[in-house]
């Protein structure tokens, strides 16, 4: 039997134990009343023996009625549910009819609005919760005042609901409206009195009469004689029907001790059922419990397996980078005396020996020198793509509106390309490295003018936009594009997407702009379509974050 059941069969008992009490006292009074009557020695007329009768009568149908209120007590409960620290959780509709609350009087309040308030800051109620949440059944009868200003006689019990682990979790509380009853049996209590106090009444006139009869007797010693014999016989029956008593009652207990032992088997065998079940479920339980265990331990082992192989990948790759970096900037920095000696001595031989070089090796000489130049410039950007690596990113709240401005009015426009239209939006500020990502702006707004000087004009449309915490920046600009088939060369190092003789360039600035992005935990994106423009994106952590 769980917890709710013990509860339920206490109410139950208590009622039933209640119903007896009350059966018993009518019974004692009936049985005075009896042995009264019985006593007298006189012959009672029949006016006195209809109103015993009509008394007896009325004794009944009282006892019935009782009986009928504590059946309907016993079938009208009223519940509410509370949490562990008191709080109201669900009312039923018999609770609130009794009450005459409804349930937004009282769901989300806690237990206190329902005593009193001296009682509610007691120690008295503090251990009345403690004992609840220990999973101590608990059971009060008190009254109190409905929402009308009504009093109410509630008989209740709290209940603790456990959960599989044996542990209370909330607290039920089944109560009973006992109003009627109470006022019904203060009711029957002064009915009984009037009642004893009308067989005292005629106990008295029962005497008197049993006087006058001891006269008749003194007068009539027949009479006398015969009353004694007839009196003989009325033991006889009365001793009788005193065994006849005592075998029912024998009988009623030994019926109730059936009942009883029968009602124990079938709570002993629900108990055995719940225990079985409930070992089952615990055994299903252990496996379920068992086979996570086992995955689980796998797929640990394959994180820790793949945490190593990570690691270590992510060693040699730093290490890697560290090499290139370094190969890059020695390559960079060697390269460069090499190439200004040509080019010094190119210039040498042209100023010096002119009039001996004809047409064609003036032209060889320049485009010695001019190469040298591109020689030149592929190494300052390849010396600066390296040095990225190595450089401290700082990071500070960027003014990105006045950075870019800065940057636009900075750009040389050569004389035969068209002066480029900017669309600035008022920009987001963003934090960074202000330098590197100078850098970023100078080399996205040089393409957008370069891919764009073959159009009849230059327009340029620069904007931002907040999404969660980081900041996206676009340039779009109206110029030769490229296809998205080559999209995975864009940003590579030394990878160009159109011819040296269209647009010039080393290839190494969409690199430059990657390589500075992701160092400040960002990303670099583009949209395009060919000869209709392109479109380019970074974010930025947001200032706010």
């Known amino acids: 039997m769980n917890f709710k059941e013990k509860n339920d069969n206490k109410e139950i008992i208590l009622s039933s134990d209640r119903q007896s009490f ?36 009325q004794l009944k149908a009282k006892q019935q009625q009782l009986n009928n209120h504590v059946n309907a007590i016993d079938t009208s409960n009223a519940s509410i549910e509370f949490d562990l620290e008191g709080n109201i959780l669900s009312v039923n509709k018999n609770f609130l009819e009794i009450m005459g609350y409804n349930e937004d009087d009282l769901l989300g309040k806690h237990h206190r609005l329902l005593v009193d308030p001296a009682y509610s800051k007691s120690i008295a109620y503090e251990s009345f919760w403690s004992n609840l949440k220990n999973g101590i059944y608990q059971k009060d009868e008190f ?3 409905a929402k009308n200003g009504k009093l109410i006689w509630l008989l209740g019990s709290y209940n603790p609901i456990l959960d599989i682990l ?32 009308r067989a005292s009444e005629l106990a008295i006139a029962n005497k008197e009469l049993a006087f006058q009869n001891e006269e008749k007797e003194k007068r009539a010693a027949e009479l006398v004689i015969a009353n004694k014999e007839l009196k003989f016989q009325n033991e006889q029956k009365e001793q009788r029907a005193k065994e006849l008593i005592i075998a029912n009652k024998e009988l009623a207990i030994q019926s109730k001790e059936k009942e009883k032992r029968a009602a124990e088997l079938i709570i002993a065998n629900k108990k055995l059922a719940a225990e079985n079940i409930l070992k089952e479920k615990r055994k ?14 796998r797929e640990l082992a394959y994180q820790e397996k793949r945490s190593k192989e990570l690691t270590l990948a992510n060693d040699e790759l730093k290490k890697a980078q560290e090499e290139l970096e370094a190969f890059s900037y020695s390559v960079s920095h060697d390269l460069r005396a090499p190439i200004r000696a040509i080019n010094g001595y190119t210039q040498i031989i042209i ?8 047409d064609d090796g003036k032209n060889m000489f320049n485009a010695i020198i001019k190469n040298s130049n591109k020689m030149g410039v592929l190494i300052d950007d390849l010396l600066a793509f390296s040095k990225l690596g190595r450089k401290q990113v700082s990071a500070v709240n960027i003014n990105m509106t006045t950075l870019v401005t800065g940057v636009i009015n900075d750009i040389a426009i050569e004389k035969d390309e068209n002066i480029p239209i900017f669309e600035l939006d008022d920009l987001a500020p963003a934090n960074g490295d202000p330098s590197l990502i100078k850098q970023v702006w100078i080399n996205l707004i040089s393409n957008a003018i370069k891919y764009s000087k073959y159009k009849p004009e230059t327009r340029i449309k620069i904007t931002s936009t907040s999404k969660n915490d980081k900041i996206i920046y676009s340039i779009k600009d109206w110029g030769a594009g490229f296809e998205m088939e080559y999209y995975d060369k864009l940003f590579g190092v030394f990878q160009r997407l159109h011819s040296q003789e269209e647009f010039s360039g080393t290839g190494i600035g969409l690199a430059i702009v990657q390589k500075i992005v992701n160092r400040h935990y960002g990303t670099v994106w583009a949209e395009s379509k060919l000869n209709a423009g392109a479109k380019f994106y970074f974010s930025l952590p947001d200032i706010k974050h």
């Open 351 to 358: 100023e010096d020996h002119i009039d001996l070089i004809d």
């Open 166 to 197: 044996g542990k209370p979790y909330k607290i039920l509380k089944i109560a009973t409206d006992i109003t009627l009853t109470k006022t019904q049996f203060l009711q029957l209590a002064v009915q009984a009195q009037e009642k004893e106090k």
């Open 143 to 145: 009254i109190r005042l």
């Open 22 to 57: 009350q059966n018993k006292e009518i019974d004692q009074k009936t049985a005075q009343l009896t042995t009264i009557l019985n006593n007298s020695s006189f012959q009672n007329s029949e006016q006195q023996i209809a109103e015993i009768q009509n008394l007896k009568e």
């Open 284 to 297: 299903v339980e252990k496996q379920k419990r068992a086979a996570e265990l086992i995955v689980k331990n």
